[in-house]
């Protein structure tokens, strides 16, 4: 840890000087940071955020989830509300299936074994970016989208199974209150303020990343294009796909497309990271299920690819 934190500081450090001493840069990425936060992220998730929280604080989400209880069960060995949140986060994109986890445990409908499990398969991405920014806008062909999307989103079923049996240590509070625990009575200006303060959190992480992504370009660049753009995507996803695009034949930037977004990046991770804080969600857990998610719709999208070109 120790050496963990000098690296760290030594990192940051280096970031600083380099604003410093290049600030017209800082300001431009920062400001596309924030445009690409502004026109991509913040239409197509606030409405999520706020309108899942309206309809979880109605308890309409009890009923809806009550017909999958059977699936969810065998499946991914989990709540039923799992399947109401598993369908929102596939329509909404990073981070709303993280948000609503939380909310749900912060709520005492789930135990925190459930929420963990959870976040192997609620964590995705979106048909609005997926599809549409990526597929049609970035890769010329919305059926390389397609490809992309049912490839994320089958990973992620697999990804579900694979961690149905994980075991968490429940803590005597979760165990005593969880029975008894009633939803929080929420009203209008909470919500707003709630969900608006939620996606101010993402937009600040989306600028800094693509500060960071600025910073170590000089090391990316001393390397071959396909393997620089992975890696950027490593970091943002955003970024990473739009390199991905210029960089591999339009085939083959499917599959690397695919990893890059099921991963999410560093980025979308710190998001969901910061949603997840009530949790106390284990860094080293998130990062192994996003791996296995990645892994798993990878080979689907290869898979994919064999067969249709």
Not at 91 to 103: L, W
Not at 153 to 168: E, P, Q, S
Request: hydrophobic share 50%.
């Amino acid at each position: 840890m120790k050496k963990y934190n000098i690296f760290l500081s030594i990192f940051v450090l280096y970031i600083i000087i380099n604003t410093i001493i290049f600030p017209s840069l800082y300001i431009k990425q920062t400001l596309n940071g924030i445009s690409a936060w502004a026109f991509n992220v913040l239409p197509s998730v606030l409405p999520f955020l706020f309108f899942t929280k309206v309809l979880s604080s109605t308890g309409a989400l009890d009923k809806i989830s009550k017909i999958f209880k059977t699936p969810c069960k065998k499946l991914f060995n989990t709540s039923p509300l799992s399947s109401a949140v598993f369908m929102t986060s596939i329509v909404s994109g990073y981070p709303v299936g993280a948000k609503m986890t939380a909310d749900l445990y912060e709520q005492g409908k789930i135990t925190k074994n459930d929420a963990f499990k959870m976040c192997s398969f609620c964590s995705t991405s979106g048909p609005m970016f997926i599809i549409g920014a990526v597929g049609a806008s970035m890769l010329k062909n919305p059926v390389y989208g397609y490809i992309i999307f049912i490839s994320h989103i089958v990973g992620a079923i697999l990804n579900g199974i694979l961690f149905r049996n994980l075991n968490v240590k429940e803590d005597k509070l979760d165990k005593i209150s969880l029975p008894d625990t009633k939803p929080p009575p929420r009203d209008l200006s909470s919500m707003v303020i709630d969900s608006s303060l939620s996606i101010i959190s993402v937009g600040t992480i989306i600028a800094i990343f693509f500060v960071v992504i600025t910073s170590l370009s000089p090391l990316l660049s001393l390397m071959p294009c396909k393997i620089s753009s992975i890696l950027a995507g490593l970091i943002e996803i955003t970024r990473g796909c739009l390199d991905i695009s210029t960089s591999y034949t339009n085939i083959w930037a499917i599959v690397a497309a695919t990893f890059v977004i099921s991963f999410g990046g560093l980025s979308t991770m710190l998001q969901s990271l910061t949603m997840l804080s009530k949790l106390n969600m284990p860094v080293r857990l998130f990062f192994i299920q996003k791996i296995t998610h990645a892994v798993f719709a990878c080979v689907i999208s290869v898979i994919f690819v064999l067969i249709v070109f």
